[in-house]
């Protein structure tokens, strides 16, 4: 046999390069998936939202689940870091909690935030889909026990009540700003989120020193 023929046949086949952006991918996935949810999304509807051919996408995710729960996580991490921010600051800790309430007020009412493949994904799919709700409620737990340790530094500043319960509070605080953005989705205005915000403020043993450094001058967000 001639020995070109040979080599060639023991030489492995070298991978084609793939020519698109795994991230890219699925981030335009995520968007996909964040505006119709996972059931309502089509093989096809992804497929155009993605750029790739049908056998791209198995090779290089192995279907749309698995597309679907590298979106889910991706935006799942991104929804934690945003509220992880409410820890680092140079305000004192009762003034970013009401920067976290008036963000979420301005970014999401009427519907002007993108739709969140976290919180679609939660409500469509935590009921059948255990990696999903795992997945979810840990979610949700960071972020109340963010929420919390912000507000036992606004306890340890002088700004809350020292007697009250900030595990409880960070979950309160937790369900009412993620409770803002499910409402903004709906076209709920910027005002009326930004009202329920501040009368949650409102719900909790701000001292006189919190009153003081909160102010009165919130801004016309109408």
């Not at 093989?43 to 290089?60: F, I, M, P, V, W």
């Not at 935006?75 to 003034?95: K, L, Q, Y």
């Not at 501040?198 to 109408?222: H, K």
Request: charged letters at 25%; one cysteine or more; proline letters at 4%.
């Amino acid at each position: 046999m001639d020995e070109s023929v040979n080599n060639s046949i023991r030489r492995p086949m070298m991978a084609r390069p793939r020519s698109f952006d795994e991230a890219d991918v699925v981030a335009r996935a995520r968007e996909a998936f964040a505006e119709t949810g996972f059931a309502g999304t089509s093989l096809d509807t992804l497929l155009e939202a993605t750029g790739l051919a049908r056998q791209s996408l198995y090779n290089a995710f192995g279907g749309k689940k698995e597309l679907f729960i590298r979106a889910f996580l991706s935006d799942t991490a991104e929804a934690i870091e945003a509220v992880e921010s409410i820890r680092h600051g140079s305000d004192s800790p009762i003034t970013r909690i009401r920067a976290q309430l008036v963000k979420m007020a301005v970014a999401h009412g009427a519907a002007q935030a993108p739709p969140s493949l976290f919180t679609k994904a939660a409500v469509e799919l935590s009921a059948r889909d255990p990696e999903v709700a795992s997945t979810a409620a840990a979610a949700f737990e960071t972020m109340r026990t963010h929420y919390a340790a912000c507000i036992a530094e606004a306890q340890e500043a002088g700004e809350i009540d020292g007697a009250a319960d900030a595990d409880s509070l960070g979950a309160f605080f937790c369900a009412v700003i993620e409770g803002m953005g499910t409402l903004g989705a709906t076209g709920i205005p910027r005002a009326t989120l930004l009202d329920i915000g501040f009368t949650s403020l409102a719900a909790i043993p701000i001292t006189e020193l919190g009153r003081a450094r909160l102010g009165t001058n919130d801004g016309d967000w109408s």
